[in-house]
């Protein structure tokens, strides 16, 4: 479980704020020769520091979001790039901030893949190159740019770029999985010869550029530590994204605050359909907690919403009573 401190940790981190847990984002393509040698190490220092979250290591890297006490949670980091023969030295990581743990535990998964594009030929180490948050604007401003969200439909519905053309192109993927297929049907290098991808945190674009490169594409961008970053570093006043970034734990989404930190929004997730809804979403007569909200709300059987309603009170059963 992840540990509850008694206090905020005290950090110089310009993200950091009184919020009880610190959250890092992390990720890295690199060779690892031996990942399943590296998961029961990392596991007992997850468990030691009283971290919890997710890491998944496969060949090609490490990716994961992992949360805790934030003193603990930068100390597991700084190891991190520190052992392991430097094997992950240049760790990309994005910071952000908790009131309630977003994660239930700690876990060190060996997997094909760190993200799942489900595409044999790419090499994920050969992406397109890096744009730093500051450079992206001037990229969104030209016209001959094609840049594409390659993050899935319901993470899109919240917020994303507004480029010289207007709101960046949507593939209206359901997962990752499906991108590839987006890219053979509506992407040509002859046509687009200008792409830039972004995605939450750097990773999704980065292999998807590579995909772009492995089918032709010569002129391909990415923006380096993708929307999180993005926010964290861009000032308000020159900010083009507009709403708010999906993320994948309990928090469902953050957004700038006025400080310029990053904070978890009031998104909830519909449990029915999986997308974020907001409080008007909430508010509608077609939402119903667990079941069913005005997106969705015509879209599953009668025994499909009984099935929802009936998870639903074991959940309410199983909360604690204030």
Known sequence: ??????????????????????????????????????????????????????????????????????????????????????????????????????????????????????????DACDAGTHLDPHDWNRLLDDPDVTVVDTRNDYEIAIGTFEGATGPAVNPHTPTFRDFPAFVAQQLDPTTHKKVAMFCTGGIRCEKSTALLKARGFTDVYHLRGGVLRYLEEVPEAESRWRGACFVFDRRVAVQRAADGQLVETDHELCFACGWPTTPDDRAHTHYVPGVACPRCHDRHTPQQRARFAMRQSQLDAARPTP
């Open 1 to 122: 479980m992840c540990a509850v401190p008694t206090q905020p940790s005290p950090s110089p981190h310009p993200t950091a704020n009184a919020a009880p847990f610190a959250v890092a984002a992390l990720y890295r393509f690199v060779r690892v020769d031996h990942p399943g040698q590296l998961r029961d190490p990392l596991q007992n220092a997850l468990r030691d520091a009283g971290l919890c979250g997710t890491l998944l290591l496969a060949h090609e890297g490490i990716n994961g979001t992992i949360a805790g006490p934030e003193t603990a949670l930068r100390g597991f980091v700084e190891a991190l790039r520190r052992d392991h023969h430097g094997l992950f030295a240049d760790l990309d990581v994005k910071w952000s901030t908790a009131t309630d743990p977003p994660f239930r535990r700690a876990r060190v998964r060996l997997k094909k893949e760190i993200v799942t594009l489900g595409v044999a030929d790419v």
